[in-house]
């Protein structure tokens, strides 16, 4: 249900806090036991600032959080297909993906940076963002890892923004607007309105 509602993301993100509410009252009264809401991640809505230039850097540099940014930034896409990526969704430097909210299939590739980071990186699990156990990340649980690290540095921030910092990237670098949307998933529309937030003129592109 939420899915088919991924158009309207916050009705969808409401209807999840609804449903959640209602089952536990029943809960509390002995009426049910299920969780059907538990563990459903919200969906990624409305508009979401970019990451400032410095944070990402800061992000990039170091250990803590640094795969997962690379993997939002240099792939353009949502924390859930992020999330889900597996070492075997990599193929001849890019990497394969269909989108959970689109359902697109995409073949993106492999920024060099990204590349060389994935190329030393140790093969934990089954997907390129695991724990130290082997297990994937949750994109709720990753969402809260990257927003505590900002935290500590004084910015609150979304991993969502990132996909914009991407798309900005890749207008900045010169690719058209039909490029872009090609790694990105989006529509033309969207990376249109990105490019004009950038100062970027679409005819230009």
Known sequence: VRDEMAETPGAANQLIRVLGALYKWGRKRQRLTAKPTHEVDYLDGGEHEPWPAWLLEEALK?????????????????????????????????????????????????????????????????????????????????????????EGKGVKVVPHGLRKNAVNALLEAGCSVAETAAISGQTLQVVEHYAKRTGLSADAL
């Open 62 to 150: 170091g250990d803590e959080v640094r795969l997962p940014v690379a993997m939002l930034y240099y792939t353009a896409q949502r924390i859930g297909d992020v999330c889900r990526m597996g070492w075997s969704d990599v193929r001849g430097g890019a990497v394969a993906v269909r989108q959970q909210k689109t359902g697109k299939d995409l073949l993106v590739p492999f920024h060099r940076n990204l590349a060389a980071m994935l190329a030393g990186e140790p093969k934990r699990g089954l997907t390129i963002l695991s724990r130290e156990d082997g297990s994937a990340w949750k994109p709720a649980h990753l969402r809260g890892k990257l927003q505590r690290w900002a």
